[in-house]
């Protein structure tokens, strides 16, 4: 049982260029997360997604983009990277109406740094 | 908007002795909350959570966390560490946003446990 993979696992990119994040889950949840981790800020929410098909803004989104075409993967798209976007990105899935139900269930993380 | 505060980012303690990591939170009407751990490397596992019923709630590892509604409290405790114990813990508390609940995470508290 897999749980929660992320690819890739480290990332470089020069400002400019773009890349997706891929988040796959195993466990069949409704609810998928990307967040981003920053020292001394803990973990801030970019986008979620309620089930297949929907996605909605958390508290960071700018500069990025998600799509949930599956029900299984979320992607996280950067269009044009920056360095401000530096960070450890972690996708999380629950089962059932939202954390309260059912505990988040976090992948190890990309760590994306950009020159 | 719900918010979580860490009163400590960083804790070092001996092994074998007891340990207290802090969290407060906004009032609310109804809240939920919740412990998270992060190992090095690694993504983040529940520790614990309050929904309703006893304040005291028990966790994994021996963690345990008191609710204290008239001071928004919500402190984590272990009477006594391992080295096993290092890592980063976060206090989390739910968020009701557009029809959907999500958690907010605090910064973080980094408990290094030495020999």
């Known amino acids: 049982n897999a749980g929660v993979t992320q690819t890739p696992k480290f990332r470089v990119l020069k400002t400019g260029q773009s890349m997706t994040l891929l988040c796959a889950q195993d466990?069949?949840?409704?609810?998928m997360y990307w967040y981003r981790q920053d020292p001394g800020m803990g973990l801030r929410l970019i986008h979620y997604?309620?089930?297949?098909?929907?996605?909605a803004k958390g508290e960071v989104p700018d500069g990025y983009n998600v799509s949930r075409l599956k029900k299984q993967n979320f992607l996280l798209g950067l269009e044009s990277a920056a360095p401000s976007q530096t960070s450890v990105y972690f996708c999380?899935?629950?089962?059932?109406?939202?954390?309260?139900?059912?505990?988040?269930?976090f992948g190890n993380g990309t760590r994306l740094t950009v020159t | 908007a719900q918010s979580v505060t860490q009163l400590d980012s960083q804790v070092p303690v001996f092994e074998e002795a007891p340990v207290e990591l802090r969290c407060n939170y906004s009032?609310?009407?109804?809240?939920?909350l919740f412990w998270y751990v992060q190992y090095p490397n690694q993504g983040l596992q529940l520790l614990l959570k309050?929904?309703?019923?006893?304040?005291l709630v028990k966790g994994i590892n021996g963690f345990e966390a008191e609710f204290n509604k008239s001071q928004t409290s919500f402190h984590l405790r272990k009477p006594s560490v391992h080295i096993s114990d290092t890592a980063e813990y976060f206090c989390?508390?739910?968020?009701?946003?557009?029809?959907?609940?999500?958690?907010?995470f605090g910064k973080g508290t980094k408990l290094t446990v030495n020999p």
């Open positions: 999380a899935s629950s089962y059932g109406a939202g954390p309260r139900n059912s505990p988040l269930h």
């Open positions: 466990m069949n949840h409704e609810y």
């Open positions: 997604s309620v089930g297949e098909g929907t996605t």
């Open positions: 009032s609310s009407v109804s809240v939920y």
């Open positions: 309050y929904l309703s019923g006893s304040t």
């Open positions: 989390a508390v739910t968020e009701r946003q557009g029809g959907s609940e999500k958690l907010v």
